[in-house]
Nanobody, 124 residues
């Protein structure tokens, strides 16, 4: 089970840190990703981190503003978001899957388990 938190209202240019805590399974064997969704649109990939934290992927729109990290001792993955823009407003979801290959997935279909979302609102 995944629990996302940390969303809220922030002004443009501000920062937020999202957390995703996994309460079941062997967290250290999971690749974890963040996706976001705005009303009426598909899920967009945001970032992903491998089970060892040795590999990370980011969507192009992140443009160096976000950093994904993990603390396996706390069963938690973080998404540090800085220089936020109004277009970053969305519901952010974390998702995970058990590692099978060395490849780090970035597609929604790669991720088997999903948490509830946390709303991020960036005001202009």
């Amino acid at each position: 089970q995944l629990q996302a938190s940390g969303g809220g209202l922030v002004q443009a240019g501000g920062s937020l840190r999202l957390s995703c805590t996994v309460s079941t399974g062997t967290f250290s064997s999971y690749n974890v990703g963040w996706f976001r969704q705005t009303p009426g649109k598909e899920y967009d990939f945001v970032a992903a981190i491998s089970w060892t934290a040795g590999t990370t992927h980011y969507a192009e729109f992140v443009e160096g503003r976000f950093t994904i990290s993990r603390d396996n001792a706390k069963n938690t993955v973080y998404l540090q978001m800085s220089s936020l823009k109004p277009e970053d407003t969305a519901v952010y979801y974390c998702a995970s899957y058990t590692v099978v290959t060395m490849l780090l997935g970035t597609l929604r279909a790669d991720f088997a388990s999903w948490g509830q979302g946390t709303l991020v609102t960036v005001s202009s």
